[in-house]
């Protein structure tokens, strides 16, 4: 189940937010709302040992390692509720209690009677704790961990301890999800005001573990005065994303999506592909493949109409007809591949580009920039556009698809954990899309994706439209799957029969965060 997020003035939106975002609405909520930053502190303490008495009801021996700032004061409100409630809480304090300031001192100094243990001790104290509660660091850590706090963090991660992060994991960066040198990997999170946008992506939710949310009673004017760092569609948006058919509509009227791929010993792909569109409620679905498939695919979905290419002269009438093309699943890097890419750009038509058609693209120093193109890379794909390592991509995706962006002129929707959509003229704050599942780690899931935009684009979604919808459709069909028969073993191709029902349900998700 996933965790609520903070709600938009737009139901079928939540908001993401950046560190700086964050502060901004802290401060707001104190200058603005009129609340105490004490009492936000206290709230924040009460909405975690809440969750913690909920999710170890049994967890009696607590460790709360705390900080020097105001995260380190969200755990001394944990360990004072915790002596109060009876249970056996000890602190290791990592800043003298007459060093703190604020905030953090007033709740250290209610926490005074609670055991202490050093760090000479720490290893002790981490085989005895039922728990461990981690308050080290809070957003603004924006450095590599240094020692002691290093060592902490590793002695907590080799404890084997189940933990409960306060805001975020200690070490994890609030905005790209990265681990700064060492981070905490905690079994939960619960995090504060707004939801940090890191937590979502990258190596974020591998850290984070289980995601809370709580406001701490920030009201929503608070909300609307600071822009989202990024949003989260809700699954309520999709049946606002397409109108009702009219009773008197025509194939035509829904877009011709010609899908152009399949180079020898790839059929599957371009099949994948052109099957995705259908299901997604394109009005034709043609496909450009080598002359030794098309019996294949006519066998596999008659619905497809199949031409065999082998030159552009061959291609071109099918260019004529198309509205909508997606170009790369199993197109292959050759010369095939090469012309048939060529030619598809050559044609003006708005397109998804995807594998193939990337890689083809990436060893160009000239690449189309164009606003019609919707581009779909993983992010080996993204290094190999943005000149740099995969690694490199993944310690901040939110600066790859910026970069991504700039480099195509076009949308972009980069693949991964907590996949990213946005467009090169950013208007809008880039989409995250929290759903989706570790089974979908598997071949053949991007040619489903491909297809999935173009019939959205074939149905007149504008490109960011297109990719957002598409990458939402194509996670919460991943997770339906996921829920009937489990994440290992899902194949791309259990996706195909969850799709209609998803685009056509005028209910799914309403309401849901």
Not at 254 to 266: A, E, K, R, S, T
Not at 350 to 364: E, K, Q, R, T, Y
Request: aromatic share 2%.
């Amino acid at each position: 189940m996933l965790a609520q997020l903070p709600r938009t003035p737009d139901p079928h939106w939540s908001r993401l937010d950046s560190a700086d975002g964050t502060r901004a609405l802290d401060r707001y909520a104190i200058e603005q709302a009129g609340i105490a930053g004490e009492t936000l502190m206290q709230r924040a303490g009460e909405a975690a040992f809440a969750l913690l008495r909920q999710r170890w009801p049994e967890a009696r021996r607590l460790l709360i390692c705390c900080g020097g700032g105001n995260n380190g004061g969200d755990g001394y409100v944990v360990a004072a509720l915790a002596r109060q409630a009876g249970l056996s809480p000890m602190l290791l304090a990592m800043t003298p209690r007459d060093a703190l300031k604020g905030d953090a001192r007033t709740m250290a100094d209610r926490a005074a009677e609670v055991p202490q243990v050093n760090l000479a001790s720490l290893p002790a104290a981490l085989r005895g704790a039922d728990l461990v509660v981690d308050a080290l660091l809070g957003t603004g850590a924006d450095k590599p961990v240094r020692e002691p706090l290093a060592a902490v963090i590793d002695a907590i991660n080799a404890s084997a301890r189940p933990v409960l992060a306060l805001d975020l994991p200690s070490g994890l960066h609030a905005d790209s999800g990265r681990p700064l040198g060492v981070a905490v990997r905690a079994s939960a999170t619960i995090t504060f005001i707004g939801v940090k946008q890191g937590l979502l992506t990258g190596a974020g939710l591998d850290h984070a573990g289980a995601l809370s949310f709580n406001h701490l009673g920030v009201p929503l004017s608070v909300y609307q005065r600071v822009p989202p760092a990024a949003l989260c569609p809700n699954p309520s948006w999709l049946p606002a994303l397409l109108p009702p058919r009219l009773r008197a509509g025509h194939k035509g009227l829904y877009g011709h999506v010609l899908v152009i791929g399949g180079d020898h010993g790839y059929a599957g792909a371009a099949m994948m592909a052109a099957q995705a569109a259908l299901r997604c409620g394109a009005g034709l679905v043609s496909v450009a493949t080598r002359a030794q498939h098309v019996s294949a695919f006519l066998t596999r979905q008659p619905e497809l109409m199949v031409r065999g290419v082998d030159t552009r002269d061959d291609l071109q009438p099918l260019l004529d007809k198309a509205s909508v093309l997606v170009v790369g699943p199993g197109l292959g890097q050759d010369k095939w591949g090469q012309v048939m890419l060529d030619a598809a750009l050559a044609s003006g038509l708005p397109a998804v580009l995807d594998a193939d058609a990337i890689n083809l693209l990436a060893g160009h120093s000239e690449r189309p920039q164009r606003a019609d193109l919707v581009w779909t890379p993983h992010p080996g794909e993204a290094a190999r556009l943005l000149g740099q390592s995969a690694a490199s991509v993944q310690q901040d995706r939110f600066a790859a698809l910026d970069a991504l962006c700039q480099h195509t002129g076009g949308t972009v929707l980069l693949k991964g954990v907590g996949t990213l959509i946005n467009h090169a003229d950013a208007r809008q704050p880039p989409v995250l899309i929290r759903q989706g599942n570790p089974g979908m780690a598997s071949g053949g899931m991007g040619d489903v994706l491909s297809g999935i935009i173009g019939a959205l684009l074939g149905q007149g979604l504008s490109p960011r439209e297109a990719a957002a919808g598409g990458g939402l459709l194509h996670a919460l069909a991943g997770d339906q799957v996921a829920a009937r028969q489990g994440e290992r073993g899902m194949a791309a191709t259990d996706l195909l029969a969850e799709l209609p029902a998803l685009i056509n349900d005028q209910t799914h998700g309403q309401g849901a965060a």
